[in-house]
């Protein structure tokens, strides 16, 4: 990852619905879940949802597989994880022990 693209993933999920959006599609990892079923429990119109469903898949934070007549979405992990991995890279400046509760803390998921 590249500061370019950790600048487009940030504000891909700087905006609340999308970060909500993108929280509900990492809950529902890995089966992911319809446009309509992530609009209707977002309690958005499903043009609106589309919307923040465009930003996010630009943004390389979601993917999407046409299934039938829908179009199922899931949270890109991979993604997540390198952006994440951009964030904390330098944190520990060879020290490991500096970054031991933010890797407990995630090594829980």
């Known amino acids: 990852m590249d500061i370019e693209s ?3 993933s940030l ?16 809950r ?7 446009a309509g ?3 209707r429990l977002m309690g958005v119109p ?8 465009a930003v996010l898949a630009r943004a390389g934070l979601v993917t999407s ?9 899931r949270a890109s992990l991979g993604h997540l994880r390198a952006l994440t991995l951009f964030l904390v890279k330098d944190c520990c ?14 090594a829980c998921c």
């Open 93 to 106: 400046q060879g020290r490991p022990e500096l970054c031991e509760s933010l890797v407990a803390e995630l």
């Open 28 to 34: 529902h990892e890995p089966a992911g879940l319809p």
């Open 37 to 39: 079923e992530v609009a």
């Open 65 to 73: 597989e046409r299934r039938s007549r829908s179009i199922i979405y």
């Open 6 to 8: 950790a600048t487009t």
């Open 11 to 26: 504000a891909g999920l700087a905006q609340a619905t999308r970060l909500e959006t993108f929280r509900l599609l990492v």
């Open 46 to 53: 499903q043009n609106t949802m589309s919307t923040h469903l």
